[in-house]
């Protein structure tokens, strides 16, 4: 008899029987109906559709952030039921296109999940212990935002500099899952490519990162997801440009 053959490792991540109803007026309204998703470690998954799909609903239903939405949520195989609601979202977090950035300075933005880790009693050393200015520097010098200042007041910052900071404080959490929903919304092409290596690092370190996009596929990602009309389906290749595309960034980073 031959021996039992040895079940597939779990994603990192799946979602199956994902539904969302979200109540109108009229009546109720399915966005869409029995969904299933998956992303392993390693991975950028990039989910595109046209406006009003619910890709939003869909990456805040990961994140178990929304009530009207149901679903089979695992990490690693483990069932998102045997995790609180705050141990989930500190392992699958999401990142939402615009962020409210708290705090008198960018380092206090950045050390807020760590102050709060203090003032509930979770750690016992000073956030400024835990995560000091000359790590949060050197993140930030890597998205390119040398010219921010750690001392400067977060309500100074542009746009694209605000993203990249709230970008900087979800990384330093080290999730196991980064739902991006659509960060580069708004940026000029060099600060969205400098996102997207960001998101494509911490990838390669271990997360899988999942991007709510608009724009033309930029190479990043291992695959492309489309929702539309209630469907989720895999598109099979990225844009041939996307080749091109690379070869452009790397010829400029030589």
Same mark, same amino acid.
């Given at each position: 008899?031959?021996?039992?053959?040895?079940?597939?490792?779990?994603?990192?991540?799946?979602?199956?029987? #994902?539904?969302?109803?979200?109540?109108?007026?009229?009546?109720?309204?399915? #966005?869409?109906?029995?969904?299933?998703?998956?992303?392993?470690?390693?991975?950028?998954?990039?989910?595109?559709?046209?406006?009003?799909?619910?890709?939003?609903?869909?990456?805040?239903?990961?994140?178990?952030?929304?009530?009207?939405?149901?679903?089979?949520?695992?990490?690693?195989?483990?069932?998102?039921?045997?995790?609180?609601?705050?141990?989930?979202?500190?392992?699958?977090?999401?990142?939402?296109?615009?962020?409210?950035?708290?705090?008198?300075?960018?380092?206090?933005?950045?050390?807020?999940?760590?102050?709060?880790?203090?003032?509930?009693?979770?750690?016992?050393?000073?956030?400024?212990?835990?995560?000091?200015?000359?790590?949060?520097?050197?993140?930030?010098?890597?998205?390119?935002?040398?010219?921010?200042?750690?001392?400067?007041?977060?309500?100074?910052?542009?746009?694209?500099?605000?993203?990249? #900071?709230?970008?900087?404080?979800?990384?330093?959490?080290?999730?196991?899952?980064?739902?991006?929903?659509?960060?580069?919304?708004?940026?000029?092409?060099?600060?969205?490519?400098?996102?997207?290596?960001?998101?494509?690092?911490?990838?390669?370190?271990?997360?899988?990162?999942?991007?709510?996009?608009?724009?033309?596929?930029?190479?990043?990602?291992?695959?492309?997801? #489309?929702?539309?009309?209630?469907?989720?389906?895999?598109?099979?290749?990225?844009?041939?440009?996307?080749?091109?595309?690379?070869?452009?960034?790397?010829?400029?980073?030589?």
């Amino acid at each position: 008899m031959s021996p039992n053959p040895t079940p597939p490792a779990p994603h990192l991540f799946e979602a199956t029987h #994902v539904t969302a109803v979200m109540p109108q007026q009229g009546g109720d309204h399915t #966005v869409f109906h029995d969904l299933s998703f998956h992303v392993d470690a390693g991975e950028v998954v990039d989910i595109t559709g046209p406006s009003g799909a619910g890709k939003s609903t869909l990456l805040t239903a990961f994140a178990r952030l929304n009530a009207h939405t149901t679903g089979i949520f695992t990490l690693d195989g483990k069932d998102s039921d045997s995790f609180t609601p705050q141990q989930w979202r500190v392992r699958v977090s999401y990142l939402p296109q615009t962020s409210t950035l708290i705090g008198d300075t960018v380092a206090d933005v950045i050390r807020l999940p760590w102050t709060l880790a203090v003032r509930q009693g979770e750690r016992k050393q000073e956030p400024a212990d835990m995560l000091t200015d000359a790590h949060i520097r050197q993140l930030l010098d890597a998205m390119g935002c040398a010219d921010i200042q750690l001392d400067r007041n977060p309500r100074d910052l542009s746009g694209g500099q605000a993203a990249r #900071v709230s970008l900087a404080r979800t990384i330093l959490t080290k999730p196991r899952v980064l739902l991006a929903d659509e960060v580069d919304a708004g940026l000029d092409e060099e600060n969205a490519d400098k996102v997207a290596d960001l998101l494509k690092r911490a990838a390669g370190q271990g997360a899988g990162v999942v991007r709510i996009r608009h724009r033309a596929p930029d190479g990043r990602a291992s695959r492309i997801m #489309v929702l539309s009309d209630g469907e989720l389906n895999e598109q099979q290749a990225p844009a041939p440009a996307n080749t091109a595309a690379a070869a452009e960034r790397e010829g400029r980073r030589a």
